[in-house]
Every structure is written in C-alpha cells, then in structure tokens.
C-alpha cells in the first residue's frame, strides 16, 4: 500500500503566500515524478506542476514565476510553494505521485486526499 498524505493550505489575502508538502509512505520501490494538480469548482482538475526523476519541472502556464515545485527525494516528498496567490488559484490541490512499488510490476499514480487553498481579493 502506498500513501501520499498532504498538509498546508488554508486561507489567504491576494498576493500571499502558501506552502504545500506531501509525504509518501509505505510499498516504494521507486518514485518516477511528484507533483501537484488543482481543481476548482466546476472545473476539471488541471496540472499545476510536476517534478519528473530526470529532474526536470512542468508548470502549468497560469502558475509559471509564481508557483515552485521541489522534492527531497530522501523523504519522499514533494513540495508547493505558491507566491503571489491570486482568487484564481483558489481550488482544492491533490497531490500525485507516480510510483513503482516493485520492480517487475508498472507504475501507477497515486493521489493524496486534496487540500482546500483559498485566496480571497
């Protein structure tokens, strides 16, 4: 069994600031890409950004040189920082992580329970 457990979030004024982290835990035998996808109400879950094994980082382009996505692969966590935080950003953030949990078997993407984040004007 894999989990990704989230923590952060909460409420903001425009222009702050919020940080995000997701731990994984349990049947890891190795973990391809962390990252972090929103959904709003009534709109589908979009990608916010993700952070691949080769070390490379995806950003949504509503997010680019605002949000960070950044991992410490020693604890199995990924992080969201989120700076200048606008009314559009409020959503409910899910983690996602890719993992192999053995090494014959494939990997699959694994979610963490959502976050509430928002940004009032």
């Known amino acids: 069994q894999v989990q990704l457990v989230e923590s952060g979030g909460g409420l903001v004024q425009a222009g702050g600031s919020l940080r995000l982290s997701c731990a994984a835990s349990g049947s890891i035998f190795r973990i391809n890409a962390m990252g972090w996808y929103r959904q709003a109400p009534g709109k589908q879950r979009e990608l916010v950004g993700v952070?691949?094994?080769?070390?490379?980082?995806n950003y949504a382009d509503s997010v680019k040189g605002r949000f960070t996505v950044s991992r410490d692969s020693a604890k199995s966590t990924v992080y969201l920082q989120m700076n200048n935080l606008k009314p559009e950003d409020t959503a409910v953030y899910y983690c996602?992580?890719?993992?192999?949990?053995?090494?014959?078997?494939?990997?699959?993407?694994?979610w963490g329970q959502g976050t509430q984040v928002t940004v009032s004007s």
């Open positions: 996602n992580a890719r993992i192999l949990t053995h090494i014959v078997l494939p990997a699959n993407d694994y």
């Open positions: 952070s691949t094994s080769g070390g490379d980082t």
